[in-house]
């Protein structure tokens, strides 16, 4: 629409609306919603025009939750003179109450914003514009509202993915991945779920978890963070895993958070989707760019490979899910602290996956040899679950070595949660060469001897 069309469009609304006021007539939801949206377009063309005068001072702009807070905020202000302006009066609706929706409605998560709102939902289920779940305090209950048509759940779907620069459609873009306002979507098209598009959204606080309340949670006991504290400040190779929704990612962050603050090192950190916004001041922050073709395309692998150019201390992987297992693992073995998380059910799980998908990139070197390089190249494993009537729980720590006999990777349990006692037990010391790593580190003798094999058993 052209600006002149749009002043014309403006100048015919206004007489119906004039129209309208003088006859002192109330509008139904639908009109009034409709009006107010006709308006804020308006408004948007408006604004178009001032940016394009003054384009030379354009920034990047950070679609983050504070970014959010401000379009809200211009929203309102927005919408509330348009309400009163008009002297706007809706059926069923006080001025306020119905300010509040719009604003919810054209800038915020329209009626999922209460679930937005509310700290104890994790998870956002969509099956349908009538159909909506949410986990709440890790249990699945049923929304209390769903969308009023399904026209108003798919113009709010679109609104999101427009937002975050995506397109949904019936052709190459039947599934969306995308990120906005620091939370994770995927929405699929009717063509993968016939009764409805879905969407499904993983919500991550502003605020980071942090470790203390990781360990008053009952996650992990307080000798556990240490144990995976100085793993982290000794720049061992950790993989962090567990099946999906079990918190690894939050778990993870919290450590980093606070290890690698504490050590003062440099962290390069590589992302398909960002999710964990790491509060180390010394970080590199890189995402994954699709691009026309391979060419132009910026994979994890690839930006795992960058990371070894930018001197780091730490690597940091938000999810290795595919080949880029190999650059992961290159890494580790190249003497950097490598850490990132998978998803497994078990060690041994993570350990099969990872030689899998390091075969998906290196199909000619075999097995053997593949277990070797991890063998050798990995250190700790550690696991995470979310077990129904206790919660998230690190259900095992386990170290991995390579056995030059069997020639594949071994794995010795150094942590256990008991399911008996609801505690953490510690089942073995961790071996003198992991530790002699750590110790090349700068990790004191003195911190070492009482959880190291053979050790505490020295004479000073």
């Known amino acids: 629409m052209g600006i002149e069309n749009v002043k014309s469009f403006r100048q015919e609304k206004n007489k119906i609306t004039s129209a309208k006021q003088e006859g002192n007539v109330m509008y139904d939801y639908e009109e009034a919603l409709d009006l107010v949206r006709d308006e804020l377009k308006l408004q948007l063309v408006d604004d178009l025009e001032q940016k394009l005068l003054g384009a030379d001072k354009a920034e990047t702009i950070i679609k983050n939750k504070a970014y959010l807070r401000r379009k809200k905020e211009d929203h309102r202000e927005k ?36 679930a937005f709102r509310d700290d104890a939902v994790s998870d956002i289920f969509c099956l349908a514009w009538n159909k909506i779940y949410v986990e709440k305090d890790g249990k699945n209950v049923k929304y209390e509202k769903f969308f009023r048509s399904p026209k108003q759940y798919k113009d709010f779907v679109e609104r999101l993915l427009r937002e975050a620069g995506k397109e949904m459609n019936n052709g190459a873009n039947k599934i969306v991945d995308f990120d906005i306002y620091e939370d994770r979507y995927c929405a699929t098209s009717k063509k993968v779920s016939p009764k409805d598009i879905s969407l499904t959204i993983r919500k991550h606080a502003e605020s980071h978890i942090k ?10 006991s307080q000798k556990v963070a240490d144990l995976l504290g100085t793993f982290i400040l000794g720049e061992l190779n950790l993989i962090y895993a567990g099946i999906t929704g079990s918190g690894k990612t939050t778990s993870m962050r919290a450590l980093l958070d606070y290890y690698v603050t504490k050590a003062n090192k440099r962290m390069l950190v590589c992302e398909d989707t960002q999710e964990l916004f790491p509060e180390n001041d010394h970080t590199v922050e890189l995402v994954t760019s699709k691009g026309d073709s391979e060419d132009t395309s910026i994979t994890l692998g690839d930006l795992i490979i960058t990371a070894l150019r930018l001197k780091p201390k730490y690597i940091v992987v938000g999810e290795v899910r595919g080949v880029e297992a190999e650059s992961a693992v290159e890494g580790m073995a190249t003497g950097h602290s490598t850490i990132f998380s998978m998803h497994a059910g078990l060690p041994i799980d993570a350990v099969n996956r990872l030689v899998t998908k390091y075969l998906q990139a290196m199909p000619s070197l075999g097995v053997d040899v593949v277990e070797r390089i991890i063998g050798n190249a990995l ?4 696991i995470q679950d979310d077990i129904p009537g206790i919660g998230r729980r690190v259900t095992s720590i386990t170290e991995v070595t390579y056995d030059y006999v069997t020639r594949r990777v071994a794995l010795k349990p150094i942590v256990k949660f008991d399911f008996k006692t609801k505690d953490f037990s510690f089942e073995n010391k961790i071996s003198p060469e992991k530790a002699e790593k750590m110790l090349r580190r700068g990790i004191p003798y003195e911190t070492l001897r009482p959880i190291v094999e053979g050790w505490d058993e020295e004479v000073a």
Request: a negative charge.
């Open 211 to 220: 470790l203390h309340q990781i360990v008053d949670k009952g996650c992990m």
């Open 79 to 114: 919408i509330t003179n348009i309400v009163y302006s008009k002297s706007l009066r809706v059926r069923d609706y006080d001025n306020q109450r119905f300010i509040d929706e719009m604003v919810d409605e054209f800038a915020g998560h329209s009626i999922l914003s209460d």
């Open 379 to 382: 250190d700790y494993i550690a």
